[in-house]
């Protein structure tokens, strides 16, 4: 078979010389779930920490995440990413505030059942200590009763 017909795991597998990491190939898949409801307004930006991913290497699979929310004010933006981390070889990582997802621009609507980003097809992390979640909304405060509810979709070794 012709190497143009390899997948990329089995092209890296044929060369000898990339290493393939057993979540390239499998892994069990997990869900976090995540819960949040405003105890009382807040500030523009509005970091939320949503759940905690756990240690070790993690394949997260927005396509597969997703999220439900209640109608927040007008003009507000959410993001979801992560914060800042150490890999295992102790070099940080700064915070992506919007690593798991687009910009949810109607947020001021409620929404069921919205897919995290529909074109990202994975994020992969590795840290010894865990990674935080993080929601981020801005372009206004937050509301008493704003929830975000959900789940991320991931892969671990």
């Known amino acids: 078979m012709a190497a143009a017909f390899d997948s990329e795991q089995f092209a890296k597998m044929r060369s000898g010389t990339d290493y393939l990491f057993p979540i390239d190939v499998s892994g069990k898949l997990r869900l976090l779930k995540f819960d949040w409801v405003a105890v009382g307004a ?7 920490s949503l ?25 507000l933006v959410c993001d979801i990413g ?19 997802t687009t910009t949810i621009i109607d947020i001021e609507n ?3 059942n919205i897919v995290l980003d529909a074109t990202l097809h994975q994020f992969d992390l590795f840290s010894m ?9 801005t372009g206004g405060d937050t509301a008493a009763a704003d929830a975000l509810h959900g789940y991320i979709a991931y892969l671990h070794e």
């Open 42 to 48: 807040g500030v523009t930006p509005t970091t939320i």
């Open 110 to 112: 409620a929404g069921n």
């Open 129 to 137: 200590k865990g990674i935080d979640v993080i929601a981020t909304v």
């Open 51 to 75: 759940t905690k991913l756990p240690p070790g290497r993690i394949r997260v699979l927005p396509w597969m995440s997703r999220l439900w929310h209640t109608a927040f004010g007008s003009s």
């Open 82 to 100: 992560h914060a800042a981390y150490n890999t295992e070889s102790n070099a940080a990582v700064a915070a992506d505030v919007d690593a798991f």
